[in-house]
């Protein structure tokens, strides 16, 4: 439910929760994104969901009812326009910052492109795969996140001719909200676009990132012929930056990768540690869960 107040109101009722705190610790607070607290919704460029207005009237402590004006359904803006919608912008809903969403980001910091074309008004998150390995991860996996985590649908896309999928997410104001955690649209490599900085503040978020970096970038495999028994888990990506600071988010949650080697890749190649990872952060993707499955191993996962 959305919540419109008498003008000016909402953004009071902002102001006076923030007094003694950053804009960042208020969004902490609220568990929404900074920049939609401070450009959107202190600026009334969108109505307060009844789930934040309530924690911010506990926060100041004092009755706002008296100034709501009407209370709407969700998808009002849809239809109707106004305060939280603009045009045909779809509405993002309020998003929270947890291992769901840190594991999505992990997926398209991996194998993703964030588009943002104002001249041809084209935004979206595009995610590439291969066309058979990663079609159960697409389409049951990442659908269903994308769904829970911002209520957008996606678009799939096939190309049989160079063995490629793509699932589409389309967006302005979802590709809005990358960019304000620090996801560049554009060339990746170029842009070094890496680990928000939210995510390093939980290991539990950390893990979660790993994770969806994982299965998108990396790969588990048998370490030689010689030692059927004994796994290899990689992780390839040509942003320096991002290979880095996946390196030391690993190192961070207690793992022991080895040098990065060649500018592009580096391994968790400790069995004990191969086990913690199964154990701890898994596989999302069911090709890697396929691939563990089919090497027999006696490692529990």
């Not at 600071?245 to 592009?264: C, H, Q, V, W, Y």
Request: aromatic residues 10%.
């Amino acid at each position: 439910m959305r919540l419109k107040l008498k003008k000016g109101k909402q953004r009071e009722l902002i102001l006076k929760a923030k007094e003694g705190k950053t804009w960042k610790e208020l969004s902490k607070i609220l568990e929404i994104n900074e920049q939609y607290l401070y450009r959107e919704l202190k600026n009334e460029k969108r109505l307060l969901s009844d789930k934040i207005y309530n924690h911010l009237s506990r926060l100041v402590n004092e009755d706002f009812n008296r100034f709501i004006t009407q209370k709407l359904s969700d998808n009002w803006g849809r239809s109707k326009g106004g305060l939280n919608s603009i045009g045909s912008t779809k509405i993002l809903q309020d998003v929270k910052f947890n291992e769901k969403l840190a594991e999505f980001i992990g997926a398209v910091l991996g194998d993703g492109h964030v588009q943002f074309n104002k001249m041809k008004g084209v935004y979206y998150i595009r995610i590439a795969g291969d066309l058979k390995k990663d079609e159960k991860y697409h389409m049951n996996y990442l659908k269903n996140l994308v769904k829970e985590i911002f209520n957008f649908e996606i678009t799939e896309q096939k190309r049989s001719k160079s063995n490629e999928r793509f699932m589409d997410i389309y967006g302005k104001k979802l590709v809005e909200f990358f960019i304000s955690m620090g996801i560049k649209p554009g060339n990746k490599i170029k842009n070094q676009s890496t680990i928000p900085s939210w995510i390093w503040k939980n290991k539990n978020f950390l893990k979660a990132c790993i994770r969806g970096l994982i299965d998108t970038d990396g790969s588990i495999f048998r370490m030689s012929r010689k030692d059927p028994n004994l796994l290899r888990i990689g992780f390839t990506n040509y942003n320096k930056t991002l290979l880095q600071d996946t390196r030391k988010a690993l190192i961070e949650i207690g793992f022991n990768p080895s040098k990065i080697i060649n500018n592009r890749q580096f391994y968790i190649s400790r069995q004990m540690e191969i086990e913690k990872y199964l154990k701890e952060i898994g596989f999302s993707n069911n090709k890697h869960q396929e691939r563990l499955k089919a090497f027999n191993s006696s490692l529990v996962f």
